[in-house]
């Protein structure tokens, strides 16, 4: 065989064998494709199935509602009623003692009680808070009316105000609790060298215990008027119940002085629509024209 013969007879095998792999990938990658387009036919066949909620079972209905029921307060019972004076009052001396005394012999107990005097010289303002049956504060409001130097007796129950009360509070600016921290803390007296064993330090727990403090008044929207090492004195302006909150909040962190200055409350303005204000005003005057006087048609 000569050499033509044997590269026509290479060639052509060669040839051969590229059509057969060319056939072989061509059948793969059919088949791959037939694969793709039967999965995105199912795909789009396939409708997006709903979220299935499992079903609760009776048992965590009852434990929910239990959850809830124990941790919803309970409304107090046998309480009194809570009422807001203000009284506006000659601006002398023993006024205060006579209208005291009036609310002594009632039998109350004033919960706080706030004077100062207004822009008017001879004029003061007076902001007692009571808690009583409101048939018996009613005569005793009455009674505070008959006092001489007492020009004007106002009761703010069920009347919408805005209600304050300062409170400055004094704090421990170290932990309470710091003999725990020390039984975590010693000292080598070799060499002179202070080495810390384990724990916090009482001047890391102190900064920490400072940090929290501060940390927690910005919640309350309170403000830190002075610190020391020794003390923090914080300042906090809100309704009564949320001073109350504060208060609580803070016992745990050391309190040393709690000063309230008492309630102080005015009376909120009314906000009415134009057409809230028509219609009114539009029946107020037709109640007040009298048919009678009206020309006849």
């Not at 010289?121 to 007692?128: E, G, P």
Request: proline content about 5%.
């Amino acid at each position: 065989m000569n050499a033509h013969a044997f590269a026509g007879i290479s060639s052509s095998f060669g040839s051969s064998t590229r059509s057969q792999s060319k056939e072989a990938n061509g059948a793969r990658a059919f088949s791959v494709s037939r694969e793709i387009r039967a999965a995105k036919g199912i795909r789009e066949k396939r409708l997006n199935p709903l979220v299935a909620l499992s079903a609760v079972a009776p048992g965590e209905v009852e434990e929910v509602v239990d959850n809830i029921l124990y941790n919803t307060p309970a409304k107090p019972t046998g309480t009194a009623d809570r009422h807001i004076l203000t009284l506006l009052v000659a601006n002398e001396t023993g006024v205060l003692s006579r209208i005291s005394g009036v609310i002594a012999a009632r039998g109350f107990n004033i919960d706080s009680i706030v004077v100062c005097k207004t822009e008017v010289v001879a004029l003061s303002r007076m902001t007692i808070v009571l808690k009583g049956q409101s048939a018996e504060i009613i005569q005793a409001k009455r009674q505070l009316e008959d006092l001489v130097p007492v020009w004007a007796v106002l009761d703010y129950a069920g009347t919408p105000i805005v209600e304050r009360e300062l409170v400055l509070l004094k704090v421990q600016a170290i932990p309470p609790s710091l003999s725990e921290f020390e039984n975590f803390y010693t000292e080598s007296k070799e060499d002179g060298v202070a080495v810390r064993v384990g724990g916090l330090s009482p001047v890391l727990a102190a900064g920490m215990h400072r940090q929290t403090v501060i940390e927690l008044a910005k919640v309350f929207g309170a403000k830190v008027e002075d610190i020391s090492h020794d003390a923090i004195v914080l300042e906090l302006t809100a309704p009564p119940h949320k001073v109350d909150s504060f208060v609580k909040m803070m016992k745990p962190y050391g309190l040393i002085e709690v000063v309230r200055s008492g309630c102080m409350a005015v009376p909120r303005s009314p906000v009415e629509g134009y057409e809230d204000g028509s219609d009114e005003a539009a029946e107020n005057a037709s109640a007040a024209v009298d048919a009678s006087q009206l020309p006849p048609g």
